[in-house]
């Protein structure tokens, strides 16, 4: 007999029950918080390929701070800031900290916060406060530092402010296809019975963490994955995130389409058309409107927030995605391999030369030879496979909060490695960089040759170069095999031109553990880190840690000392050994150094400080000329169409049709439109009385702002908007708006806009 079937009054109240209980099971409180860093679109060299010709000239899409706080009721908490920029810089994790102690005491501090970049190489320079990472940017940028500095601690303000109940899930899976070893010849240097236990030569491990509001349910996901940041190229002049960077504002819109937006016009579905549905069928009627709107005159805006329209406005109520950067030392983005671009041929295996020449040999994307697109595709794998992870997530983290952090010296330290029949005493040496490191690497190959004579060379370069320092006899065997190059460690003036104390960090969610490590570990490197500390968890007494524990190496934290490879990979001297910059030991020191961490965690010790890393701000020589002045010729005004649509045009969706505009414009640095926006593409409303609304801004990937000077040292500038129509986007009257400020000769900043013809789209 069948059972009575149960009322369906009866079904909601079980699903409501069961719902409850899952969401009131937080033992936890969650904050999350997200700023706009972008830096200087101008004038700054880019941050990552050391290559002095890459300067900053527009916005590809824009860079963000990404901030996660998660607490106990009445105990202790973390911080993680994931940065849209190439790595963390002492000088910056030094100040946030200052401020973050002004705001709210001891709750935040250098031992439960963690700074990491996603290692984008086109984000602006200039913010790092060792000589050696600030040659090419002619020293200090105090603009590009200011705005991440003030970013970091808005996200962290952002989330400490939300704080409420919520549950943390975690989850992790391959992705297979967003990653290559560009130095497998290094890794094959490692032994063969430790290769054998792993599949690949790179880690193609995703571990995502989703965090779900008790109320109103996921607010956020952050994840780490190894690969560079490295899919645009060395030449690439638009500031953007790069492939993670990409990742994270497709994860971010695609969880947004699912909620309305709030705009001015009320609450819409997010980018779905406001317009009559026969706008498609009456062309006749699209252009008739689109010829009433004329380009207007670049009016000034009045007040200066008009010019900070936006399309994502509301960031509180925003879904907040990180994609975090891992032990990506030798992992490259362009998939395809590394070619010569002279004929074609695959590089030297061992060397990544072409007829030995480095400087041929160039990594390849999927979308090759579209940098932006090989941008796009390896973000939108680490999205989709992101997206899948937290559509996925069940294994909720559960226990205590915790965190051990320590400054360590590793100019000099004394490892314990063990040897056959036993342990023998090595030692770290001071920093210094070897010859492979001016051969570059196949995602950006010649890159950072600091041997060249006074005739090439920036300003800054001649300005330092004569304290180039030949390295003593101690330091030569100390860093062999390396060849040194440059003595950094061991060069002051007039400033440190390399770090020699480091923070190393662990932070404890419940079974996830994050080691923060200041720099680029490679595969292997990073394999032997996690082992080490997931060795001591397993075996501490407390048994707190079963078999399930989830490490990941959060990479570039807190602050920047380049690579760490294996003592094997080390004697191949590939570039990644050559930027290993403490000696063969340097990964030995790290492993000796988070052992104590994990085993003071375990035991709930107090791990002994260390000594204080140096604030070297008031020292910083900066040699970036300011901004003049900015004019237009004559009878023209900031904001003035200067090449417009076509009159009456007409273009049609999915044929990947690109509109562009030109406006007389005005330096980017004047003012960075920080929450704002350069460029917006508009739709009119269709019964909106001629109101506009804004679809897409500079932080859409769609979307260009490319900024230029006709001649180098002119006081005139050109803003051109290109817009790359949608497939997704709506029929309608469209408009492009540009958004700037001027700077006069008595240093005066004047906001302006300007507005494009109307075109129709169809
Ligand atoms: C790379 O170097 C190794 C060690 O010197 C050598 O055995 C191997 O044949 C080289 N491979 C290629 C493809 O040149
Ligand atoms: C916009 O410029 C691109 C080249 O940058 C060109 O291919 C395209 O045809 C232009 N669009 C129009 C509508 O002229």
Not at 117 to 136: D, E, F, K, N, S
Not at 459 to 486: M, S
Not at 696 to 713: A, E, G, N, V
């Given at each position: 007999?069948?059972s ?6 009866f ?7 069961a719902g409850?209980?899952s ?24 941050m990552g390929?050391a290559?002095?010709d ?11 701070a990404r ?8 105990g202790n908490?973390v ?12 000088i910056?994790t030094i100040?946030v900290?200052e ?6 005491g001891?709750l935040?501090?250098?031992?439960n ?12 320079g200039?913010y790092?406060?060792?000589?050696t990472?600030?040659v ?29 109940p919520?549950s943390v ?11 290559v ?17 792993y599949k ?19 607010i ?14 060395r ?5 953007s ?7 994270a ?6 969880f947004?389409?699912r909620a ?10 997010r ?5 009559v549905s026969?706008?498609n ?5 699209l252009?008739e409107i689109?010829?009433?709107?004329k380009?207007?005159?670049g ?9 900070k329209?936006r399309v ?15 032990n990506?030392g ?9 070619f ?6 695959p590089c ?5 030369t ?11 994307g ?13 973000g939108e794998?680490?999205f ?13 983290l559960k ?9 360590v ?5 004394e490892?314990?490695?063990s040897?056959?029949?036993g342990?023998?005493?090595v030692k770290?040496?001071?920093?210094a ?8 690497t ?5 890159a950072?040759d600091?041997?060249?004579g006074d ?6 370069w ?7 320092r030949?390295p ?6 100390c860093?062999?095999p ?5 003595d ?5 003036i ?5 770090p ?13 553990v ?8 490679t595969t ?8 080490a ?8 007494a407390?048994k ?6 989830h490490?990941?190496i959060a ?11 294996t ?10 050994g050559a ?10 020191a ?7 961490l ?9 791990i ?19 901004v003049?002045?900015d004019v237009?010729?004559l009878?023209?005004s900031?904001?003035?169409?200067k ?5 009456n045009s ?14 007389w ?10 929450e ?8 009119l409303i ?5 109101r ?6 500079d ?8 900024w ?8 005139e ?5 290109e817009?790359r129509?949608?497939?997704?986007a709506?029929a309608?009257?469209?408009?492009i ?12 900043i004047t ?7 109307a075109?129709?789209?169809v």
């Amino acid at each position: 007999m069948a059972s009575p079937a149960p009322s369906m009054a009866f079904l909601l109240s079980l699903l409501l029950f069961a719902g409850m209980c899952s969401l009131s099971s937080s033992d936890y409180l969650i904050g999350v918080g997200s700023y706009d860093i972008t830096g200087p679109a101008a004038d700054v060299n880019m941050m990552g390929y050391a290559n002095s010709d890459q300067i900053a000239s527009g916005v590809h899409f824009r860079l963000r701070a990404r901030a996660f706080i998660v607490a106990e009721p009445r105990g202790n908490r973390v911080a993680f800031v994931n940065l849209d920029a190439c790595m963390a810089s002492q000088i910056v994790t030094i100040k946030v900290l200052e401020r973050l102690k002004s705001r709210y005491g001891d709750l935040y501090t250098e031992k439960n916060v963690a700074i990491s970049g996603i290692h984008t190489h086109a984000g602006p320079g200039g913010y790092l406060q060792y000589v050696t990472y600030i040659v090419t940017s002619l020293g200090f940028v105090r603009q590009s530092f200011d705005v991440i500095v003030d970013g970091i601690e808005q996200s962290i303000v952002q989330a400490h402010e939300s704080l409420r109940p919520g549950s943390v899930f975690v989850n992790s899976g391959e992705l297979l296809d967003a990653g290559v070893n560009r130095s497998p010849s290094a890794y094959l240097n490692n032994p063969a019975s430790e290769r054998s236990i792993y599949k690949y030569d790179v880690d193609k491990e995703m571990a995502l963490l989703k965090f779900v509001d008790s109320r109103s349910g996921p607010i956020a996901s952050f994840n780490w994955f190894a690969t560079h940041g490295t899919s645009m190229s060395r030449t690439n002049s638009l500031i953007s995130g790069d492939n993670k960077g990409t990742a994270a504002r497709l994860m971010e819109d695609w969880f947004q389409q699912r909620a309305p937006v709030r705009t001015e016009m009320g609450e819409i579905p997010r980018r779905v058309s406001t317009l009559v549905s026969d706008m498609n069928k009456n062309h006749s009627r699209l252009l008739e409107i689109a010829a009433s709107y004329k380009s207007s005159k670049g009016q000034p805006v009045t007040n200066p927030l008009d010019a900070k329209v936006r399309v994502r406005k509301d960031s509180s109520r925003s879904f907040v995605s990180a994609f975090c950067q891992s032990n990506c030392g030798d992992v490259s983005p362009n998939v395809l391999g590394a070619f010569c671009i002279d004929t074609g041929l695959p590089c030297d295996f061992n060397h990544s030369t072409c007829n030995g020449k480095n400087e041929l040999c160039y990594g390849r994307g999927p979308g090759y030879p579209d940098e932006f697109e090989s941008t796009r595709i390896i973000g939108e794998r680490q999205f989709k496979k992101a997206s899948e992870l937290f559509n996925k997530a069940t294994e909720q983290l559960k226990g205590r909060i915790g965190y051990q952090h320590a400054y360590v010296d590793f100019s000099k330290l004394e490892v314990s490695v063990s040897k056959p029949g036993g342990f023998e005493t090595v030692k770290t040496c001071p920093a210094a960089m070897g010859f492979g490191f001016a051969a570059g690497t196949t995602d950006g190959p010649g890159a950072f040759d600091f041997r060249q004579g006074d005739d090439k060379g920036n300003a800054f370069w001649k300005l330092v170069r004569n304290v180039l320092r030949t390295p003593g006899p101690e330091q030569v065997e100390c860093q062999k095999p390396k060849p040194i190059l440059l003595d950094t460690g061991e060069m002051k003036i007039p400033y440190d031109w390399a770090p020699s104390i480091l923070p190393v960090q662990i932070l404890r969610i419940g079974q996830f553990v994050i080691l923060s490590v200041p720099g680029e570990f490679t595969t292997m490197a990073g394999r032997r880190l996690r082992e080490a500390v997931r060795s001591v968890l397993a075996s501490s007494a407390s048994k707190e840690f079963g078999n399930n524990v989830h490490i990941v190496i959060a990479g570039l934290t807190n602050t920047y000392s380049q690579y760490v490879t294996t003592f094997e990979e080390y004697e191949v001297q590939r570039y990644e050994g050559a930027s290993t910059l403490y000696g063969p030991h340097t990964l030995s020191a790290y492993i000796q150094e988070f052992k104590k961490l994990a085993t003071a965690l375990v035991n709930g010790q107090t791990i002994e400080s260390g000594p204080q890393p140096p604030d070297l701000l008031s020292k910083q020589i900066s040699l970036l000329a300011p901004v003049v002045v900015d004019v237009t010729p004559l009878g023209v005004s900031f904001g003035d169409v200067k090449s417009d649509v076509a009159p009456n045009s007409r273009f049609a969706r999915g044929g990947g049709a690109q509109v562009n505009v030109t406006f007389w414009s005005a330096c980017p640095r004047n003012d960075l439109m920080t929450e704002g926006s350069f460029a917006l593409v508009e739709r009119l409303i269709d019964g909106g009385g001629g109101r506009w609304l804004p679809v897409y801004d500079d932080d859409d990937l769609c979307l260009k702002f490319k900024w230029s000077r006709p001649t180098r040292l002119s006081p005139e500038s050109y803003g051109r908007i290109e817009w790359r129509i949608p497939d997704s986007a709506s029929a309608g009257v469209y408009r492009i708006r540009h958004f700037g400020a001027s700077k006069s000769l008595l240093g005066s900043i004047t906001t302006f806009s300007g507005t494009s013809s109307a075109f129709a789209v169809v």
